[in-house]
């Protein structure tokens, strides 16, 4: 691009079409710097305004293409064409002209769709957002065509301007709020040249523990005809959705306990996702109060921080490496438990490796595979009558109740194997679940 191109480039497309201040400066909008496409459009028209009053001073005259460039210049040129030639200014100023890419509706639909998305965004209680937008094939079309017929290395898209221009619009009417492309609570969608705003609003995640008092809780929520047929940690947080005026609510936790465990001790790591919430800048003391009200004492929930989508993702991935602490009431269905029996359990179950294929109970939902899970120590003791209480700490992802009973020979080595008796856990607690969640903070 030659010194002259920017003026004699622009010259020449404003003989072919007429074009507004913003997009003839987008055209051109990777040079010069701070300003916007509007002063950048304003300042190439006022030149070849001045350029072509030279030209007319100088020979007196000025071609039909010159007075066309005048014309699709438009404001910026008026005052010249009055002077020197009044019939076109007049006809110019009854009947304009409409920009060839936006047909003049690109500032308006700016300011408009400013206005409207801040609504949206304070509807929804969203301090950080971004912008998107959706620009008609006709419009873009024309750009593109304008690009490649005239060499326009140097421009922006209309899409780029919408979503900047717009984000920074808002910001400036509110500055409570900000545009922000890492962590945005909300996407603003505006669509060109109909101006409609839609908000897709971001879920609202709380990263916390959960405790599971009672038996026969499952963990997500499944719906019936009948209605449920369990309570669920799900169901519990549902006074989140009343305090947040959320759509739907979804359990995210480290792995899960059978539905006929408790999960006591240290509680079991979890993200509550609340979706399309329209309050989310609460206290958590306030979510977690909300969210303990409905729980009927059989689950509670401590919140620890609000978390992000990713970590979603972190805390299923890591569920498996966590180390987890069982409690399991085991009874013999044979002849009743000595204390050698229980010796031989903690000897030979401490730092055992075990292969378990997926437990008959749980084959309608998971694949048929074997894995092989590491018993770190078990400690056990007698109780009243026959039951013996062991504690189980293990690797992730091993199913206790098989490691007791042996599953028909799917896990081995089991209780029952080693000890040769028929054992059977007949109930089971979580105590704990432990490791580094590696969330980020
Ligand atoms: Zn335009």
């Not at 400036?172 to 996407?187: G, I, N, Q, R, Y």
């Not at 026969?216 to 006074?239: D, K, N």
């Not at 609510?249 to 899960?256: D, I, K, N, Q, S």
């Not at 939902?365 to 189980?392: M, N, S």
Request: aromatic share 6%.
């Amino acid at each position: 691009m030659s010194e002259e191109d920017v003026v004699a480039k622009a010259k020449r497309i404003l003989a072919d079409v007429p074009l507004c201040d913003r997009c003839l400066g987008r055209l051109f909008a990777l040079l010069g710097y701070g300003w916007s496409n509007k002063e950048r459009g304003d300042a190439i028209k006022r030149v070849i305004v001045m350029e072509l009053h030279k030209k007319y001073r100088i020979t007196g005259t000025l071609s039909e293409e010159d007075f066309k460039v005048l014309e699709n210049i438009g404001g910026q040129a008026l005052p010249l064409l009055r002077l020197i030639a009044p019939e076109r200014a007049e006809r110019l100023s009854a009947q304009g002209r409409r920009c060839a890419i936006c047909s003049g509706e690109l500032d308006s639909t700016i300011e408009r769709a400013a206005r409207e998305g801040l609504k949206l965004l304070r509807a929804y209680d969203i301090r950080k957002f971004v912008v998107g937008a959706r620009v008609s094939e006709g419009v873009t079309r024309v750009e593109e065509d304008l690009k490649l017929r005239y060499g326009l290395a140097f421009s922006e898209s209309l899409k780029a301007e919408l979503r900047r221009e717009v984000g920074k619009l808002i910001q400036k009417l509110d500055p409570s709020v900000e545009a922000d492309f890492e962590e945005p609570e909300a996407t603003l969608l505006v669509s060109f040249p109909e101006g409609n705003v839609d908000i897709q609003v971001n879920s609202l995640f709380l990263a916390g523990r959960y405790w599971k008092l009672g038996r026969l809780i499952s963990q997500a929520y499944w719906p019936s005809p009948t209605g449920p047929r369990y309570f669920s940690v799900e169901q519990a947080a549902w006074g989140l959705l009343r305090l947040t005026g959320g759509e739907r609510l979804v359990v995210h936790a480290a792995g899960r306990e059978d539905v006929d465990a408790r999960m006591l001790g240290t509680g079991r790591p979890l993200i509550v996702e609340i979706k399309a919430p329209r309050k989310r800048h609460l206290p958590l003391e306030k979510l977690e109060s909300h969210a303990n009200a409905d729980s009927k004492g059989l689950v509670e929930f401590r919140f620890e921080k609000v978390a992000r989508r990713r970590d979603v993702r972190l805390y299923k991935e890591e569920s498996a490496r966590l180390r987890k602490t069982y409690k399991a009431l085991i009874v013999s269905l044979e002849e009743p438990l000595s204390g050698a029996d229980l010796e031989r359990l903690e000897r030979e179950f401490s730092g055992r490796r075990v292969m378990q294929r997926t437990p008959r109970r749980v084959l309608h939902r998971r694949p048929d595979i074997t894995r092989a899970r590491t018993v770190y120590k078990i400690r056990c003791r007698r109780l009243l009558g026959e039951a013996v209480e062991c504690l189980v700490l293990a690797e992730g992802g091993l199913y206790i109740k098989e490691l007791v009973d042996g599953d028909a020979g799917r896990t081995t080595p089991s209780f029952s194997e080693v000890l040769g008796k028929a054992l059977q856990c007949v109930e089971l607690d979580v105590i704990g679940v432990e490791g580094p969640l590696g969330l980020g903070s």
